[in-house]
């Protein structure tokens, strides 16, 4: 069967990076490694030779999950999508494996809570990473690690999300066995309101 008809794609634009800024809330759960940095997650430096405290977001081993943590946008924007880029790699420290999230949520806000609670987010997503070889767990493939590593994952927010200008991960679940985790790059897209 063939459809047919006229289609308007929805009006997106990359948020600039530049503006972000990380925030430190009451509450929030992560504690950088090595000296990595929440800005590691904006920095564009991603895939090969990666170096913990200088190009991706690594929180420290022992700290649990869930984790949760947070960033100004710098404007207010309805969301459409988010491409993370995964830890470079396979094996033990990498896309698929480890603290590399597979189960996420993504929270927005205008007036975040001044005690670092909850009240005042709404869950814009929740994500599932999964790998695109479809292998069983603890296999990671060339194609997943091109994937997850340099093209990068994509997520499309649902419609009727209300625009948001702070941003809080909360992960639940990572590949491995572990209690921390780690991510080398985030970039948001939509339609920016101010």
């Keep these: 069967d063939t459809l047919s008809g006229t289609f308007i794609p929805i009006f997106e634009q990359e948020l600039e990076k530049s503006k972000f800024k990380a925030m430190t809330l009451t509450g929030d759960t992560y504690d950088g490694h090595i000296g990595s940095t929440l800005a590691n997650l904006w920095n564009d430096k991603y895939g090969a030779n990666q170096r913990v405290g200088e190009h991706i977001f690594h929180t420290k081993p022992g700290t649990g999950l869930p984790q949760w943590f947070t960033f100004d ?5 309805t969301l459409s999508r988010v ?14 494996t480890g603290g590399d999230p597979k189960v996420y949520e993504i929270w927005g806000s205008n007036s975040p809570d001044t005690d670092g609670g909850w009240e005042n987010w709404v869950l814009l ?10 292998s069983a767990d603890g296999i990671v493939t060339a194609e997943d690690v091109q994937f997850a590593g340099i093209d990068g994952e994509d997520f499309e927010f649902p419609e009727g999300i209300p625009a948001v200008r702070y941003i809080r991960f909360r992960i639940l679940k990572v590949w ?6 780690y991510l ?7 339609k920016m309101e101010e």
């Design 73 to 77: 946008m710098g404007v207010k924007a």
């Design 125 to 134: 997503m929740t994500c599932h990473s999964i790998k695109p070889s479809g």
């Design 184 to 190: 080398a790059e985030t970039t948001f897209y939509g």
């Design 176 to 181: 491995g066995i572990l209690d921390h985790m």
């Design 83 to 96: 491409k993370v880029h995964h830890r470079y790699g396979d094996g033990y420290d990498g896309s698929y």
